[in-house]
């Protein structure tokens, strides 16, 4: 079974940053492409930025520029670099996985993820 494993979460300041990383077990890299969507509550799950098999990424528009989302130097990893937090960005965030090699920020496409990991941003 795929197994994804999110790590990173914490609180901090409005204007600092976070590194989330996310490992994943039991799926084939090259065929996987990857998100990072977050969740709020009461609120929906939101696509945050993505990358497909070949490298392609796609950011949500409330974080490009800001965020910046990478495979890691082990093909199993995935890591989302956040930076000038706003709290806004306060969510649970969760690594996902989908099998085919198109990014996308829609949840529905995605059938593997991660437990999540919490993202606390104060002003």
């Known amino acids: 079974q795929v197994q994804l494993v999110e790590s990173g979460g914490g609180s901090v300041q409005a204007g600092g940053s976070l590194r989330l990383s996310c490992v994943g077990f039991?799926?084939?890299?090259?065929?996987?492409?990857m998100g990072w969507f977050r969740q709020a509550p009461g609120k929906e799950r939101e696509g945050v930025a993505a990358i497909d098999s070949g490298g392609t990424i796609g950011y949500a528009d409330s974080v490009k520029g800001r965020f910046t989302i990478s495979r890691g130097n082990a093909k199993n990893s995935l890591t989302l670099q956040m930076n000038s937090l706003v709290p806004e960005d306060t969510a649970t965030y969760y690594c996902?996985?989908?099998?085919?090699?198109?990014?996308?920020?829609?949840?529905?496409?995605?059938?593997?993820w991660g437990q999540g990991t919490q993202v606390t941003v104060s002003s």
């Open positions: 039991g799926y084939t890299y090259s065929t996987y492409s």
């Open positions: 996902a996985a989908k099998g085919d090699r198109s990014w996308s920020l829609f949840d529905t496409d995605y059938n593997y």
